[in-house]
């Protein structure tokens, strides 16, 4: 791909994105300009870890984009575009990866009818493992958007949805990767407090978590099918499902998801 990406923002999410970009080799450092408000050490270190260029003059890395991603927090979205919405045109794809908030909120506020594409990536972009759900915006023609689709596969994989799913995909994919980790928190926990070494336990939960995504995704079995095949009449897994039972544990993930789906919608109306 021989277009200029110009990303508003240079935390967490355009970090992941930029390093498996780079990584699958989609696009060329060179291709890449990164800015953010102030943090000129972050900045540097983005330089330094990814050589791609840098800088915080919001007419030089955006005048001449052909793509500009948004990777700014919700709460920064009105005064980081008023920051660069003189230099936009209504030739360039604009991408928001910004959670809640619609297209159309976006178009209001740079003012001109651009093409934006909305996607929500996960951070296991930057090892090509996002799960990255894309919806087009008013003006994003069908070119556009296989444009985006191409660019968000070569790190993971894609889905189309409608812009309302938006909300309920930041729930279970945007923020999902979080969930798997604090899992884990509590399984490195619990494994430890038994008297298990610290990288014994790292070692076998890591090696478990691949195991069952890869199951997931291979054996072609439901996840409660998977967990039946696991747990024994009276053994272990079944005194263990028992406890989360008793704890009403699918009850909490399912509110946990839809608390987070609201946030998204609160994000969005803020
Ligand atoms: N962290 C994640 O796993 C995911 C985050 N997102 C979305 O991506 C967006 C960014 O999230 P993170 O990377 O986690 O946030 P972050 O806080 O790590 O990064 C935000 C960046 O925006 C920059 N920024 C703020 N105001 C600015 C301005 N006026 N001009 C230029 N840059 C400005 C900050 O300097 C910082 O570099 C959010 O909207 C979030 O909803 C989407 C998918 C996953
Ligand atoms: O926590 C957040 O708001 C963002 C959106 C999805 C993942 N992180």
Redesign the pocket.
Known sequence: MDKKIAF?????????IISGMIRSEVVNQEQIIV?????QE?LEQMKNDYRVQCT?D?KEAFRYADIVV?????N??K??L???KAYLNPNQLII??????TTESIRTKIGIDAAIVRV????SASIGYSATAITAGKFASEQQVRLVESIFQSIGITTIVEEDDMHIV?AVS??G??YVYYLVEAMEKAAIEAGLEKEIAYKLITQTILGAGEMLRQSGETAAGLRRKITSPAGTTEAGIKRLEEKDFQTIVIDSLKRARDRSME?GKN
């Open positions: 508003l923002g240079a935390g967490s999410v355009a970090e992941a800015t953010n408000r102030s943090n972050r915080t919001k948004l990777a700014v927090k919700p920064n979205v005064e980081s008023e920051s660069i928001s990866v910004i959670a809640g908030v929500m990536p996960n951070t930041t945007g923020s990767p979080a994000l």
